[in-house]
């Protein structure tokens, strides 16, 4: 993902569009995770993270992943490289 491309829209199970940061891209096993948090709506001051894949053309496209020790190892890695940015709540 680029700067520029900071502000994704995804639509949840309902059908309602949220708009969220991407706030970090993280390598981890060959792989690279987006994070992001939620900038309006219900899901307000919540992250979540999800797979990029690549495209032919280089595009990028955002799944959710559902291995959820993968999660939490790219969450830590995010918690680690940001600890002087945001407040963990353990």
């Known amino acids: ?9 995804l639509v949840d199970e ?25 900038i309006d709506g219900e899901e307000a001051d919540s992250v979540i993270i999800v797979g990029v894949e690549y495209g032919e053309n280089g595009e990028e496209t955002l799944v959710p992943s559902d291995d959820y020790d993968t999660l939490d190892e790219v969450f830590e890695i995010f918690k680690e490289n940001h600890s002087d940015e945001f407040d963990f709540e353990d």
């Open 14 to 38: 309902e059908g309602t569009k949220v708009r969220f940061e991407v706030l970090d891209v993280i390598e981890y096993n060959g792989e690279d995770y987006a994070v992001l948090a939620a």
């Open 1 to 9: 993902m680029n700067e520029m491309d900071n502000i994704v829209t």
